[in-house]
């Protein structure tokens, strides 16, 4: 079967840095997405990992261990406007696009 | 560039009426999906259209739900008769052609739809 777990909600003070944990089952891997979502509006792309290690863009960064299956979002330097839902996503294998999405993670950034 | 658009933003049904959405993906996208969020659910795969054809439909939940893509262009995706249960968001989302390595996914806004 499938299953994606991560935590529900999640809050944080600005400035902070905060970790998002993502943990999967899945058959015909092909890699992990991560979408930032603020209410009312489109999932938007925040990154990809097929292979396991760390991916640095700006102040996020994602991480994947194929063999845990286990991946991260770390979020450095929080701002308010962070304050959203971020989906983890798995893609199998045959459809890069056909993502299967855990329930989302709504992060609150508090001043 | 526009990016991916959906129509209409909301809409209130009755059971057993009729709907119709639709999704305009971004332009030169041959990949085009339909993504639905049941209240409190995660979002969920209905199917996938390469160019005009259907890839895969596996996540459509009965025949109730009509999707088409005619031209390859714009989709739409028809419920009828609506039911309760259908109520939720419809997300579409495009990416170009993938030869090798991912492609990135841009989703639309969605339809919220509310079956009363």
């Known amino acids: 079967g499938q299953n994606i777990d991560q935590p529900t909600e999640m809050t944080a003070t600005e400035g902070a840095i905060v970790q998002i944990n993502c943990t999967y089952q899945?058959?015909?891997?092909?890699?992990l997405f991560w979408y930032q979502q603020h209410a009312g509006e489109a999932p938007t792309f925040l990154s990809y990992?097929?292979?396991?290690g760390l991916e640095e863009k700006g102040r996020f960064s994602s991480f994947l261990s194929r063999s845990k299956g286990y991946s991260y979002l770390l979020l450095k330097e929080l701002q308010m406007k962070d304050s959203a839902s971020y989906l983890c996503?798995?893609?199998?294998?045959?459809?890069?696009?056909?993502?299967?999405f855990g329930a989302g993670t709504r992060l609150a950034v508090h001043p | 560039e526009a990016g991916v658009t959906q129509f209409p933003s909301h809409s209130v049904i009755e059971k057993g009426q009729t709907v119709t959405l639709r999704c305009d993906p971004i332009?030169?996208?041959?990949?085009l999906y339909w993504y639905r969020r049941v209240m409190g659910k995660e979002i969920k795969f209905l199917l996938h259209?390469?160019?005009?054809?259907?890839?895969?439909e596996s996540g459509m939940p009965n025949n109730r739900f009509l999707a088409e893509r005619t031209g390859g262009t714009y989709s739409t995706l028809k419920v009828q008769p609506a039911e309760l249960e259908d109520s939720g968001v419809y997300f579409c989302?495009?990416?170009?052609?993938?030869?090798?390595?991912?492609?990135?996914?841009?989703f639309g806004q969605g339809t919220r739809l509310t079956v009363v």
């Open positions: 989302a495009s990416s170009q052609f993938q030869g090798g390595g991912y492609t990135e996914a841009f």
């Open positions: 899945t058959s015909g891997f092909n890699g």
């Open positions: 990992n097929v292979l396991d």
């Open positions: 996503a798995v893609s199998r294998s045959g459809g890069y696009n056909k993502l299967i």
């Open positions: 332009s030169g996208h041959d990949n």
């Open positions: 259209f390469v160019k005009e054809s259907k890839q895969d």
